[in-house]
Protein backbone atom coordinates (compact mmCIF):
# COMPACT_ATOMS: atom_id res chain seq x y z
CA UNK A 1 0.00 0.00 0.00
CA UNK A 2 1.27 3.87 -0.75
CA UNK A 3 1.93 5.77 2.13
CA UNK A 4 0.83 9.29 2.20
CA UNK A 5 2.74 12.13 4.50
CA UNK A 6 0.22 12.77 7.13
CA UNK A 7 -1.15 10.89 10.07
CA UNK A 8 -5.05 10.35 10.89
CA UNK A 9 -5.97 11.89 14.61
CA UNK A 10 -7.63 8.70 15.64
CA UNK A 11 -8.60 8.71 19.46
CA UNK A 12 -9.48 4.97 20.77
CA UNK A 13 -11.45 4.17 23.73
CA UNK A 14 -9.34 2.20 26.53
CA UNK A 15 -10.76 1.04 29.46
CA UNK A 16 -13.10 -1.82 30.55
CA UNK A 17 -16.28 -2.35 32.79
CA UNK A 18 -15.69 0.28 35.58
CA UNK A 19 -15.07 2.93 32.88
CA UNK A 20 -12.37 4.71 30.48
CA UNK A 21 -11.15 7.15 28.68
CA UNK A 22 -9.85 7.98 24.77
CA UNK A 23 -6.77 7.82 24.28
CA UNK A 24 -5.44 9.35 21.44
CA UNK A 25 -2.85 8.01 18.43
CA UNK A 26 -0.79 9.57 15.75
CA UNK A 27 -1.73 6.95 12.59
CA UNK A 28 0.07 6.92 9.41
CA UNK A 29 -2.72 7.56 6.82
CA UNK A 30 -2.48 5.46 4.06
CA UNK A 31 -4.38 5.53 0.45
CA UNK A 32 -6.37 2.43 0.88
CA UNK A 33 -7.09 1.94 4.90
CA UNK A 34 -10.35 0.64 6.51
CA UNK A 35 -11.05 1.21 10.13
CA UNK A 36 -9.52 -1.68 11.34
CA UNK A 37 -6.42 -1.14 9.78
CA UNK A 38 -6.07 1.72 11.81
CA UNK A 39 -6.50 0.16 14.67
CA UNK A 40 -4.56 -3.15 13.94
CA UNK A 41 -1.60 -0.24 12.89
CA UNK A 42 -2.20 1.25 16.46
CA UNK A 43 -2.01 -2.72 18.55
CA UNK A 44 0.86 -3.58 16.50
CA UNK A 45 2.85 -0.61 16.43
CA UNK A 46 1.73 1.77 19.40
CA UNK A 47 0.27 0.01 22.33
CA UNK A 48 -0.10 -3.80 22.35
CA UNK A 49 -2.56 -3.97 25.18
CA UNK A 50 -4.98 -2.57 22.77
CA UNK A 51 -7.44 -5.48 23.01
CA UNK A 52 -10.33 -5.14 20.04
CA UNK A 53 -12.25 -8.24 18.06
CA UNK A 54 -11.51 -9.08 14.50
CA UNK A 55 -11.19 -12.31 12.31
CA UNK A 56 -12.21 -12.29 8.56
CA UNK A 57 -11.89 -9.01 7.56
CA UNK A 58 -13.82 -9.69 4.47
CA UNK A 59 -17.15 -8.88 6.08
CA UNK A 60 -18.64 -12.82 6.84
CA UNK A 61 -17.62 -12.76 10.59
CA UNK A 62 -19.45 -10.19 11.80
CA UNK A 63 -16.85 -9.90 15.25
CA UNK A 64 -15.42 -6.74 14.18
CA UNK A 65 -18.04 -3.84 14.77
CA UNK A 66 -17.26 -0.75 16.45
CA UNK A 67 -18.62 2.76 16.33
CA UNK A 68 -16.91 4.84 14.79
CA UNK A 69 -17.55 8.72 14.61
CA UNK A 70 -20.36 7.98 16.60
CA UNK A 71 -21.91 5.70 14.01
CA UNK A 72 -21.93 1.71 14.50
CA UNK A 73 -19.54 0.44 11.46
CA UNK A 74 -18.30 -2.96 10.19
CA UNK A 75 -14.51 -1.75 10.70
CA UNK A 76 -13.13 -4.49 8.28
CA UNK A 77 -15.13 -3.04 5.39
CA UNK A 78 -15.49 0.65 6.41
CA UNK A 79 -12.82 2.70 4.26
CA UNK A 80 -11.19 5.42 6.37
CA UNK A 81 -11.67 7.71 3.81
CA UNK A 82 -14.85 7.56 3.60
CA UNK A 83 -15.95 8.10 7.70
CA UNK A 84 -12.96 10.57 8.72
CA UNK A 85 -14.35 13.79 9.65
CA UNK A 86 -11.39 16.92 9.65
CA UNK A 87 -8.69 14.02 9.62
CA UNK A 88 -9.77 12.71 12.82
CA UNK A 89 -11.32 9.44 14.13
CA UNK A 90 -13.13 8.14 16.91
CA UNK A 91 -12.93 4.51 17.87
CA UNK A 92 -15.32 3.02 20.28
CA UNK A 93 -16.67 -0.11 21.45
CA UNK A 94 -20.33 -1.11 20.03
CA UNK A 95 -22.93 1.21 22.07
CA UNK A 96 -26.04 -0.62 23.88
CA UNK A 97 -23.67 -3.77 25.29
CA UNK A 98 -21.29 -4.08 28.27
CA UNK A 99 -17.57 -3.56 27.57
CA UNK A 100 -15.03 -6.18 28.59
CA UNK A 101 -11.71 -4.39 27.52
CA UNK A 102 -11.18 -1.55 25.16
CA UNK A 103 -12.98 -1.98 22.06
CA UNK A 104 -14.15 -5.62 22.80
CA UNK A 105 -18.23 -5.91 24.34
CA UNK A 106 -19.87 -8.51 26.12
CA UNK A 107 -21.80 -10.57 23.11
CA UNK A 108 -23.94 -12.49 25.67
CA UNK A 109 -26.52 -10.31 25.79
CA UNK A 110 -27.62 -10.09 21.97
CA UNK A 111 -27.30 -13.63 21.84
CA UNK A 112 -29.07 -14.59 24.86
CA UNK A 113 -32.11 -12.13 23.37
CA UNK A 114 -31.87 -14.12 20.29
CA UNK A 115 -32.53 -17.65 22.16
CA UNK A 116 -35.44 -15.14 24.03
CA UNK A 117 -36.83 -14.48 20.98
CA UNK A 118 -36.96 -18.29 19.90
CA UNK A 119 -34.48 -17.51 17.02
CA UNK A 120 -33.20 -20.81 16.67
CA UNK A 121 -34.35 -23.49 14.67
CA UNK A 122 -36.98 -26.33 15.77
CA UNK A 123 -37.02 -28.94 13.52
CA UNK A 124 -39.81 -30.31 12.01
CA UNK A 125 -38.31 -33.59 10.67
CA UNK A 126 -36.28 -36.36 11.94
CA UNK A 127 -32.87 -37.28 10.27
CA UNK A 128 -34.44 -40.81 9.67
CA UNK A 129 -36.81 -38.61 7.45
CA UNK A 130 -36.63 -38.05 3.53
CA UNK A 131 -35.15 -34.79 2.83
CA UNK A 132 -37.82 -33.18 1.26
CA UNK A 133 -37.08 -30.19 -1.04
CA UNK A 134 -38.08 -26.56 -0.35
CA UNK A 135 -40.02 -24.65 -2.45
CA UNK A 136 -37.56 -21.82 -3.69
CA UNK A 137 -40.31 -19.61 -5.16
CA UNK A 138 -42.83 -19.76 -2.59
CA UNK A 139 -43.80 -16.44 -0.84
CA UNK A 140 -42.27 -17.13 2.53
CA UNK A 141 -39.12 -18.31 1.65
CA UNK A 142 -38.54 -15.26 -0.39
CA UNK A 143 -39.31 -12.88 2.40
CA UNK A 144 -37.16 -15.36 4.52
CA UNK A 145 -34.34 -15.31 2.32
CA UNK A 146 -34.77 -11.18 2.46
CA UNK A 147 -32.80 -11.45 5.94
CA UNK A 148 -31.04 -14.67 5.83
CA UNK A 149 -27.61 -12.78 5.31
CA UNK A 150 -27.05 -11.64 8.58
CA UNK A 151 -23.75 -12.04 10.03
CA UNK A 152 -25.06 -11.25 13.68
CA UNK A 153 -22.07 -7.82 13.68
CA UNK A 154 -24.74 -6.41 16.18
CA UNK A 155 -24.31 -3.16 13.98
CA UNK A 156 -28.37 -2.56 14.43
CA UNK A 157 -28.49 -3.58 18.06
CA UNK A 158 -25.78 -0.97 18.76
CA UNK A 159 -27.47 1.76 16.35
CA UNK A 160 -31.39 0.77 18.05
CA UNK A 161 -32.07 3.30 20.14
CA UNK A 162 -34.82 1.32 21.69
CA UNK A 163 -32.67 -1.13 22.88
CA UNK A 164 -30.65 1.86 24.16
CA UNK A 165 -34.01 2.65 26.42
CA UNK A 166 -35.36 -1.10 27.08
CA UNK A 167 -33.12 -3.23 28.35
CA UNK A 168 -35.45 -6.05 27.96
CA UNK A 169 -36.57 -5.55 24.35
CA UNK A 170 -34.38 -8.13 22.28
CA UNK A 171 -33.40 -5.88 19.49
CA UNK A 172 -33.35 -6.09 15.74
CA UNK A 173 -31.17 -8.85 14.84
CA UNK A 174 -32.81 -11.25 17.06
CA UNK A 175 -36.55 -10.29 15.84
CA UNK A 176 -35.14 -10.78 12.26
CA UNK A 177 -33.89 -14.10 12.54
CA UNK A 178 -37.15 -15.01 14.66
CA UNK A 179 -38.76 -13.73 11.21
CA UNK A 180 -37.02 -15.30 9.11
CA UNK A 181 -37.55 -18.50 11.00
CA UNK A 182 -41.33 -17.95 11.14
CA UNK A 183 -41.34 -18.36 7.40
CA UNK A 184 -38.98 -21.04 7.23
CA UNK A 185 -40.62 -24.15 5.85
CA UNK A 186 -38.70 -26.53 7.64
CA UNK A 187 -39.31 -24.34 10.88
CA UNK A 188 -41.71 -25.98 13.42
CA UNK A 189 -42.02 -23.84 15.77
CA UNK A 190 -44.11 -20.70 14.17
CA UNK A 191 -46.43 -20.04 17.31
CA UNK A 192 -44.00 -20.28 20.03
CA UNK A 193 -41.85 -17.82 17.69
CA UNK A 194 -45.06 -15.44 17.86
CA UNK A 195 -45.56 -16.24 21.85
CA UNK A 196 -41.75 -15.21 22.45
CA UNK A 197 -41.64 -12.19 20.24
CA UNK A 198 -45.73 -10.83 22.18
CA UNK A 199 -43.98 -10.78 25.31
CA UNK A 200 -42.14 -7.86 27.13
CA UNK A 201 -38.58 -7.34 24.90
CA UNK A 202 -40.67 -8.38 21.94
CA UNK A 203 -41.42 -6.98 18.83
CA UNK A 204 -44.03 -4.41 19.92
CA UNK A 205 -41.46 -2.56 21.22
CA UNK A 206 -40.45 -1.28 18.26
CA UNK A 207 -40.78 2.61 17.25
CA UNK A 208 -40.13 2.07 13.49
CA UNK A 209 -37.28 4.81 13.80
CA UNK A 210 -35.35 2.34 11.33
CA UNK A 211 -31.88 2.61 13.18
CA UNK A 212 -31.30 -0.85 12.62
CA UNK A 213 -31.90 -0.86 8.60
CA UNK A 214 -30.05 2.37 7.85
CA UNK A 215 -26.77 1.26 9.48
CA UNK A 216 -26.77 -3.13 8.50
CA UNK A 217 -23.77 -3.37 6.67
CA UNK A 218 -25.62 -5.85 4.54
CA UNK A 219 -28.17 -4.11 3.76
CA UNK A 220 -30.70 -6.14 5.30
CA UNK A 221 -33.93 -4.90 6.68
CA UNK A 222 -34.49 -5.78 10.02
CA UNK A 223 -37.31 -2.81 10.41
CA UNK A 224 -39.80 -4.58 7.97
CA UNK A 225 -39.27 -7.99 9.41
CA UNK A 226 -40.44 -6.55 12.80
CA UNK A 227 -43.30 -4.75 10.63
CA UNK A 228 -43.97 -8.47 9.71
CA UNK A 229 -43.66 -10.05 13.12
CA UNK A 230 -46.18 -7.47 14.07
CA UNK A 231 -48.96 -8.26 11.30
CA UNK A 232 -48.49 -12.21 11.98
CA UNK A 233 -48.71 -11.42 15.89
CA UNK A 234 -52.37 -9.42 15.38
CA UNK A 235 -53.28 -12.17 12.61
CA UNK A 236 -52.72 -15.20 14.98
CA UNK A 237 -54.66 -13.03 17.85
CA UNK A 238 -57.52 -12.55 14.96
CA UNK A 239 -57.44 -16.14 14.99
CA UNK A 240 -58.24 -16.83 17.98
CA UNK A 241 -54.74 -18.17 19.06
CA UNK B 1 -42.51 -3.24 27.61
CA UNK B 2 -44.92 -2.71 25.56
CA UNK B 3 -46.29 -5.96 24.99
CA UNK B 4 -49.35 -7.61 22.61
CA UNK B 5 -52.00 -6.46 25.12
CA UNK B 6 -51.33 -2.90 24.98
CA UNK B 7 -49.85 -2.73 21.99
CA UNK B 8 -53.60 -3.64 20.08
CA UNK B 9 -55.38 -1.43 22.28
CA UNK B 10 -53.34 1.28 21.59
CA UNK B 11 -53.69 0.37 17.92
CA UNK B 12 -57.60 -0.24 18.68
CA UNK B 13 -57.74 3.56 20.05
CA UNK B 14 -56.59 4.66 17.69
CA UNK B 15 -58.93 3.38 14.53
CA UNK B 16 -61.59 4.17 17.06
CA UNK B 17 -60.00 8.09 17.10
CA UNK B 18 -59.74 8.00 13.67
CA UNK B 19 -63.19 8.77 12.69
CA UNK B 20 -64.74 10.59 15.49
CA UNK B 21 -61.92 12.97 14.89
CA UNK B 22 -62.64 13.33 11.25
CA UNK B 23 -66.48 13.53 12.56
CA UNK B 24 -65.32 15.94 15.06
CA UNK B 25 -63.73 18.40 12.90
CA UNK B 26 -66.37 17.78 9.90
CA UNK B 27 -69.02 18.97 12.45
CA UNK B 28 -66.97 21.78 13.68
CA UNK B 29 -66.23 23.38 10.44
CA UNK B 30 -70.05 23.14 9.24
CA UNK B 31 -70.71 24.47 12.73
CA UNK B 32 -68.42 27.90 11.96
CA UNK B 33 -69.71 27.79 8.36
CA UNK B 34 -73.30 27.78 9.84
CA UNK B 35 -72.73 30.76 11.78
CA UNK B 36 -73.77 28.87 15.18
CA UNK B 37 -72.92 30.56 18.69
CA UNK B 38 -72.48 28.69 21.72
CA UNK B 39 -75.63 28.96 23.08
CA UNK B 40 -76.61 27.36 19.73
CA UNK B 41 -74.21 24.35 19.89
CA UNK B 42 -75.18 23.54 23.29
CA UNK B 43 -78.64 23.52 22.70
CA UNK B 44 -77.89 20.92 20.10
CA UNK B 45 -75.30 18.82 22.15
CA UNK B 46 -77.60 19.22 26.11
CA UNK B 47 -79.78 15.98 26.10
CA UNK B 48 -78.27 14.10 23.59
CA UNK B 49 -77.22 10.62 24.11
CA UNK B 50 -75.77 10.56 20.83
CA UNK B 51 -73.26 13.76 21.11
CA UNK B 52 -72.76 11.82 24.64
CA UNK B 53 -71.61 8.75 23.25
CA UNK B 54 -69.72 10.33 20.54
CA UNK B 55 -67.19 12.12 22.53
CA UNK B 56 -67.42 10.13 25.50
CA UNK B 57 -66.15 7.51 23.55
CA UNK B 58 -63.26 9.92 22.37
CA UNK B 59 -62.46 11.02 25.32
CA UNK B 60 -62.01 7.26 27.05
CA UNK B 61 -59.70 6.03 23.83
CA UNK B 62 -58.03 9.17 24.20
CA UNK B 63 -57.31 8.19 27.83
CA UNK B 64 -56.25 4.68 26.91
CA UNK B 65 -53.83 5.77 23.58
CA UNK B 66 -52.53 8.69 25.47
CA UNK B 67 -51.89 6.73 28.90
CA UNK B 68 -50.34 3.88 27.03
CA UNK B 69 -48.32 6.05 25.09
CA UNK B 70 -46.86 8.11 27.93
CA UNK B 71 -45.88 4.89 29.71
CA UNK B 72 -43.88 4.28 26.57
CA UNK B 73 -41.91 7.07 26.70
CA UNK B 74 -41.29 7.43 30.56
CA UNK B 75 -40.35 3.59 30.52
CA UNK B 76 -37.56 4.46 27.88
CA UNK B 77 -36.58 8.03 28.63
CA UNK B 78 -37.23 8.69 32.45
CA UNK B 79 -36.44 4.53 33.59
CA UNK B 80 -39.75 4.41 35.16
CA UNK B 81 -40.38 0.83 36.09
CA UNK B 82 -42.83 -1.38 37.87
CA UNK B 83 -45.33 -0.36 40.35
CA UNK B 84 -44.36 3.47 39.50
CA UNK B 85 -44.50 2.89 35.72
CA UNK B 86 -48.30 1.22 36.46
CA UNK B 87 -48.89 4.01 39.20
CA UNK B 88 -48.05 6.46 36.11
CA UNK B 89 -50.06 4.92 33.54
CA UNK B 90 -53.17 4.52 35.51
CA UNK B 91 -52.85 7.85 36.82
CA UNK B 92 -52.28 9.25 33.08
CA UNK B 93 -55.96 7.10 32.26
CA UNK B 94 -57.94 8.58 35.12
CA UNK B 95 -57.41 12.38 34.56
CA UNK B 96 -57.44 12.35 31.21
CA UNK B 97 -60.97 10.14 31.38
CA UNK B 98 -62.10 12.35 34.27
CA UNK B 99 -60.90 15.67 32.60
CA UNK B 100 -62.95 14.24 28.91
CA UNK B 101 -65.75 12.75 30.94
CA UNK B 102 -66.38 15.76 33.12
CA UNK B 103 -66.21 18.12 29.23
CA UNK B 104 -68.61 15.75 27.66
CA UNK B 105 -70.89 16.04 31.02
CA UNK B 106 -70.93 19.29 31.03
CA UNK B 107 -72.12 20.05 27.55
CA UNK B 108 -74.19 17.20 26.93
CA UNK B 109 -76.15 16.92 30.63
Redesign the interface.
Known amino acids: MSVTTHQLEVSIWRGGAGGGEFERFGVPAQVNQTVLDVVSWVQQNTDPTLTYRYACRVGMCGSCAMMVNGEPRWTCRTHVSKVTKDNRLEIAPLRNLPVIKDLVTDMDPFFDKWVAAESVHHPSMTRRDPIKPVATDSLARLVANDGIECINCAVCYSACDTVAGNDAYFGPAALNRAWTLYNDEKDAGQQDILDAVSGEGGCHNCHSQGGCSHYCPNELNPMDAIAGLKRATVKNWLRGK | ????R???LQ?ITALIMAPLVIGHIAVMIFAVQGGLSAAEILGRTQGSLWWAIFYGTFALAVSIHAAIGLR?IA???A?LKDGALDFLSWAVFVLFAALGLGAVFAVTA
Open positions: MLTFLYMRTFEMA
